[in-house]
């Protein structure tokens, strides 16, 4: 009697409703992209979802209501029709600065994940689904962010095909008052030119045409460098000043980064 062939497992699926900025849209890339490698696939139709992850942000009172808001109503539509045993999962920044508080309060909420997290979502998402975590939701929330990605960590792009958005810093170190940044999204931290020139390659080699930068401070001349190092290379550097930079088609896989004298990015 011959062995029968292993039954064929059908892929497990994550609802997305992600907020906020474009660092947050990067994020919720990330943990699918690590998803992705645990065999769970993104679907549209958050009714059919094993896991619907609310990717939320905190930077000021109305994005937090309509983060609350958001969970409260994926919570709503799970007991009117959606597959039974969904799990309600609450991840970004409000997350990861107010997970112990909204354990209390959104006892809705089976799971809260945490920035830094984000990378090893899918081993989170199979615990989550395969074992008993007793009262309480499952808690994956890092004390401080320090995650930063690299050109090769494993992403699901949920942009148009011919558009990307490349991290290419995290984090702040200015303790303004008015802004909880630095609270949320850890210290100040950025990525090598290399880091970031490999994966503007692949991007471009994928068919990306515009390719959108994010980062909260460019000018940081420790982790920056300047113009004419970028020059050595044969980069060609034309935007990065603001926050979110677009680089037109016409320039190709070039960038660069311009710092004056003064460390303010122009």
């Avoid at 009172?61 to 109503?73: F, N, R």
């Avoid at 919570?75 to 799990?87: C, E, F, I, V, Y």
């Avoid at 609450?90 to 354990?103: E, F, H, K, M, P």
């Avoid at 303004?176 to 210290?187: H, L, N, T, Y």
Wanted: aromatic residues 6%; charged residues 25%; proline residues 6%.
């Amino acid at each position: 009697m011959t062995a029968s062939a292993p039954l064929q497992t059908r892929p497990r699926k994550i609802g997305l409703i992600s907020l906020g900025c474009a660092k947050n849209l990067v994020d919720a890339e990330i943990l699918l992209g690590d998803a992705a490698r645990h065999g769970f696939e993104l679907t549209t139709e958050t009714d059919d979802a094993d896991v619907v992850l609310v990717n939320t942000c905190g930077f000021i009172d109305p994005a937090k209501e309509e983060s609350i808001g958001a969970i409260l109503e994926a919570h709503r539509r799970r007991l009117h029709g959606a597959k039974a045993g969904q799990k309600l999962v609450v991840g970004g920044c409000l997350s990861q600065r107010y997970s112990s508080d909204l354990a209390k309060q959104l006892p809705e909420v089976d799971a809260f994940l945490g920035l830094d997290e984000i990378k090893n979502a899918g081993s989170f998402f199979d615990r989550l689904l395969e074992e008993d975590h007793g009262e309480g939701p499952l808690m994956e929330v890092s004390r401080r962010a320090a995650y930063i990605p690299d050109y090769d960590t494993p992403r699901v792009r949920l942009t148009a095909p011919h558009t990307a958005y490349v991290k290419i810093a995290e984090g702040c170190n200015h303790p303004c008052s008015f802004c909880v940044i630095p609270r949320m999204r850890g210290r100040h931290r950025s990525r090598t030119i290399e880091s970031v020139v490999k994966e503007v390659e692949a991007l471009v080699a994928s068919g990306v045409k515009t390719r959108l930068t994010t980062g909260w401070i460019f000018g940081r001349r420790k982790q920056v460098p300047d113009n004419r190092s970028m020059r050595r290379e044969g980069r060609d550097c034309r935007h990065c000043w603001m926050p979110l930079v677009r680089f037109p088609e016409n320039s190709g896989s070039a960038f660069s980064i311009r710092i004056p004298p003064t460390g303010v990015m122009t």
